[in-house]
């Protein structure tokens, strides 16, 4: 595989004990190429780096398309099949009706805060 040229990093990655912490760098995660990039490096924490305990905070996020979502559900199904767990906190009331319509409230753990999200594990 040829190394491909560096990225703008959209993500921010921080371990706190054994969980996986990510924040994003976009206010508004919309255009499919970097909704693309974001998925492949959510994907790789897993694939790659084995991480099975994911907190993604949605603190500095304003917009989310649907596309967006799909790459969650992908991560999200990647992680159960490793025995893993995903959390989302600090979703703006926006996006959470997204969610909410879409019954994905259902199918993913939101916690409130970073703080809650990691007692949720």
């Known amino acids: 595989m040829t190394p491909q040229p560096p990225r703008r990093r959209r993500l921010e990655v921080e371990d706190i004990g054994d ?28 694939e790659e780096l084995g991480r099975n305990k994911i907190l993604l905070n949605f603190a500095n996020v304003e ?19 490793v025995g893993g767990k995903l959390v989302l906190c600090n979703i703006d009331a926006n996006i959470y009706e997204v969610f909410e ?11 409130k805060d970073e703080q809650d999200g990691l007692q949720a594990f």
């Open 19 to 46: 969980i996986t912490v990510v924040n994003f760098l976009d206010k508004k995660i919309l255009d499919d190429q970097n909704i693309q990039v974001i998925g492949e490096q959510l994907l790789s924490l897993v």
């Open 63 to 81: 917009f989310l398309s649907s596309a967006a979502l799909g790459k969650l559900i992908v991560l999200n199904r990647k992680l159960n099949e």
């Open 101 to 111: 319509i879409t019954k994905l409230n259902k199918v993913f753990k939101i916690a």
